[in-house]
């Protein structure tokens, strides 16, 4: 699998058609404001999520529909407050894009549990269609809320006020801590999800200016993950999917009861788009430096 320029072509936010209202105009009132949203939305979705986690029937649709509607929330939303085109959800080339980071993060977890099957970690079973298809719908959900709050909100705002590596690292380090309400979550597989996801997520918004490929990245992982091999989902899934997979040996190598995205694997192989995306993003010239180094250079 490689990685070049042509995966997307990016997208700058367009200028605001109007200005918002003046309590909304400084960057920290609309991200609060934004925050608070979409939490309350990925409390939602959560809550249904889990609900329907053994409703085969039933989660493939739920769970298509639910991205749908956060999807048009967040576009209401952001026009309501921001007043502007949201280019970053733009219509145009939205299903490649996310087709294609859906058969990235596929490729990526497949490398990441090959490398782990290879060294004696993991085993596997035949697990059921259903629940893997009732997997990709809840998953949808998932990838489209947690990227609308991370990336769409969190590092485009923060970017603004910090400057794309400070964007970086605090939409990273949010994504992580954000996995320590799971059952088995751990400080470790905090700090890799931050490392192996939060990084590799954002650093792919900041070279494409789209969230639909780190939407389709997301989908493509996360399904990979518990609906095709069958293993714990950072901390919180279950172990069946079209296999039902079991993991043994040090937690170095399988991620331990955290799941693989608490193994070194993960995170090395996820480094590697990480730093490609932050390659791209740089020749575009879509690294862009804090507000006040900004105007000091003119």
Known sequence: MTFDASLAEGRETPPMAGAPRRWLRPAWARLILLLVLLVLIDSVVGGIDQGLDDVPVVG???????????????????????RREVAELARDGAVAETRRGTLIGIGLFVAAIGIIAMFGGYRASWGSLWVALTGFGLMCAVAVTEELMFRGVLFRIVEEMAGTRGALVVSALAFGMLHLVNPHATIWGAIAIAIEA???????????????????????????????????????????????????????????????????????????????????????GRIHPRPRRAAARR
């Open 60 to 82: 493939l649709p739920v769970g298509v529909a639910l991205a749908v509607l956060v999807l048009l929330a967040y576009l209401k939303v952001v026009r309501l407050v921001e």
């Open 198 to 284: 939060g990084l590799m997520f954002g650093a792919t918004y900041a070279a494409t200016r789209t969230l639909w490929l780190p939407i389709g990245m997301h989908l493509g992982w996360n399904f990979a993950e518990g609906g095709i091999f069958g293993v714990t989902v950072s901390g919180s899934h279950g172990t069946v999917g079209l296999l039902k997979g079991t993991l043994s040996g040090s937690a170095a190598l399988t991620g331990g009861s955290f799941g693989p995205e608490g193994s070194l694997v993960a995170i090395l192989i996820c480094g590697i788009p990480t730093v490609l995306f932050l390659r791209l993003a740089a020749r575009r």
